[in-house]
């Protein structure tokens, strides 16, 4: 780490002159006291946690219980995604699409440079250089982030592969994701994130959440990586990774997408029930996923993180206790609620519910308040090294081939357990109608179904009927495609109650796709696609009646009809650019219901 005052860039850490130019023209706008450096090593994570406890920007948590991990309240107005201030900014509003908030280039440097003008006086830039993606990687991007958030350097230094040796992968190149960021006085009158696909540009301003503040995630990771992997021919999704290892020691990797807080993570880390000895889940990626055309023909996947930003309510031992281990050392918790012995809690985890906490706006809280003690977006920030069922192959720069991409929403009616799409046109019309009942993990209000196409909606850089064409055409490139399936874990019957249990067992659901990924069993062909006969699918064991999870694949005629008339809506929604081959879809559907 090296700093200097902002007469200069500080000594750096990199000789690259599109970098120093770059950082130059930063310092000139914010005005910053510092520059900092960031090179990624422990000595300086230790400096800069031991200076955010100064400040009070993070709180030291029972060290015996839970070493190396630490508390953070963020401003309440300040708790998650804000897309209504998420800005796709390129040259015409047609490339943005429909479905992004778009602003010009130009009008977005001009709004954000006076909010940026002198923005860090008084305060420490610190120059965060990171790769998304194993080192060596084809498939890595490097990008560099101003900040002046030590708790965005030392998350960035869990989710990225933070530090010197991503200056190193950049030697003179000026292909980087430039990356601005202040909080400001984190006043949602204030904030904005804009990313210009054009520029590899991204400058977020007045708040320090997550996905609005590291900018390695959703900003690279998936907006401005969505956008490269349609100009370059690769795929960036908002998919887990998983590597499901059968008994013979052979290996299927799976892709997933779920939307924010539908059992993604829970789904990445799962563990097989006794009934599945001798089977392993191995753990590639939870949230992003970035796929390329390799030369075998296979479609190959990394996890461009280095972490896991988890959901914290709901995680316990029952729902993921591969996640209770990962999170149980080198942790940043944020907004959870702290007991008084320096634990922390959320709503859902293990044991009984403490008489007295301390919550997570830092308030008093007794047992039985009406208000939750934890926030429902609260999150834990791990490094992905804790995980005991990583995968040996999380690092490989070639990646992981995938047999199967699954879609999944939160449905409590309609849409079945599990269903496989006839050929990949069906799926990607699956994945294109994907609706899920919006969580916290978003402002706005809760549980109201919204159409999430492959759980991208929020994160596609670009509009989105052409990033429908980018998956239709992939075909192209892949001789060996991938299987695709549709999901639903939250199916309820009609008191109110889940069909399925959901969780570890969700391993019986997984292992039908992977045996039809690989053609060795059957299915039953369904108006909307393939399905499970009880005797492929195996439900020994179980405590879930044969019945319940009849009802949960069962296909309600009348119901999809009104499915597919607010399909209509959002199709029509997209007409400008929407593929003739989804809409030809959805019509065939029509057809094959109207036969009943």
């Known amino acids: 780490m090296s700093s200097a005052l902002a007469t200069g860039i500080g000594t750096p850490l990199s000789r690259n002159a599109h970098l120093l130019s770059w950082i130059e023209e930063c310092v000139r706008l914010t005005k910053p006291d510092r520059v900092v450096w960031c090179d990624g090593s422990a000595a300086e994570k230790d400096a800069l946690t031991r200076e955010a406890v100064r400040l009070g920007i993070l709180i030291p948590l029972n ?50 440079g006076r909010l940026f003008d002198g923005s860090m006086s008084g305060r420490t830039l610190y120059v965060v250089p990171y790769v998304m993606g194993p080192f060596g990687s084809p498939m890595a991007k490097i990008g560099v982030e101003l900040t002046d958030s030590i708790y965005v350097v030392l998350n960035m230094g869990i989710m990225t592969r933070m ?31 804009c990313h210009f696909p054009e520029d590899n540009t991204v400058w977020s301003i007045g708040s320090g959440y997550g996905g609005n503040a590291l900018l390695g995630k959703k900003c690279l990771a998936l907006r401005i990586g969505s956008y490269l992997g349609r100009r370059e021919g690769w795929m960036a999704e908002h998919m887990m990774i998983v ?71 709901g995680t316990n031992q029952a729902t993921n206790p591969t996640a209770m281990r990962t999170i149980s050392k080198d942790t940043i918790y944020t907004n959870v609620a702290m007991t008084p012995d320096g634990d922390v809690w959320w709503e859902g985890k293990d044991g009984e519910v403490p008489e007295e906490l301390v919550d997570w706006q830092g308030r ?30 999380v690092n490989d720069p070639e990646g992981v081939p995938i047999a199967a991409i699954v879609f999944g929403g939160r449905r409590s009616t309609t849409v079945p357990l599990v269903v496989q799409a006839f050929n990949w046109v069906h799926g990607v019309y699956m994945g294109a109608t994907l609706g899920s009942e919006t969580t916290a993990a978003t402002t706005g209000k809760v549980g109201v179904v919204r159409r999430d196409p492959m759980a991208m909606l929020p994160f596609c850089g670009y509009d989105m009927g052409t990033y429908f064409d980018h998956w239709l055409d992939m075909p192209k490139s892949i001789r060996d495609l991938p299987k695709l399936f549709q999901v639903n874990w939250f199916r309820r019957g009609d008191d109110g109650r889940f069909l399925w249990p959901g969780f570890g067992e969700n391993m019986r659901v997984l292992k039908w796709i992977i045996d039809r990924a690989h053609r060795r069993t059957g299915g039953w062909e369904t108006a909307l696609g393939w399905v499970p006969h009880q005797a492929e699918f195996d439900l ?25 008339a607010d399909q209509e809506e959002f199709f029509t929604k997209l007409a400008a650019t929407m593929p003739r081959e989804l809409v030809l879809q959805r019509e065939l559907l029509m057809a094959r219901l109207d036969r009943g």
């Open 63 to 112: 060290q015996k219980k839970l070493p190396g991990c630490y508390l953070h309240r963020s401003n309440p107005n300040d708790v998650a995604r804000t897309e209504q201030l998420t800005f796709i900014c390129t040259r015409t509003v047609k490339e943005a699409g429909p479905t992004n908030n778009w602003m010009s280039p130009e009008d977005a440097y001009q709004k954000l």
């Open 163 to 193: 530090g010197q040796g991503a200056l190193d992968a950049l030697g003179g190149s000026s292909d980087f994701n430039r990356g601005l960021h202040c909080t400001l006085d984190v006043n949602p009158d204030r904030r904005f994130i």
């Open 540 to 564: 020994s064991g179980m405590s879930v009646s044969l019945e319940d999870v009849d009802e949960a694949e069962s296909i309600d005629i009348e119901a999809w009809k009104v499915e597919l």
């Open 364 to 393: 008093p809280w007794k047992k039985g308040s009406p208000e939750k003690a934890a926030h429902a977006n609260s999150r834990f920030t791990s490094p992905m090294t804790n995980n005991p069922n990583l995968s040996p192959h």
């Open 243 to 313: 590597g499901v290892e059968d008994p013979n020691g052979e290996t299927t990797y799976v892709a997933a997408a779920f939307p924010s807080a539908c059992g993604k993570t829970n789904f990445a880390m799962l563990i097989p029930p006794k009934r599945f000895h001798g089977w392993k889940v191995w753990t590639v990626g939870d949230d992003i996923c970035w796929m390329r055309p390799g030369p075998d023909g296979r479609l190959w996947a990394i996890n461009p993180e280095a972490g896991y930003f988890g959901v914290a309510p």
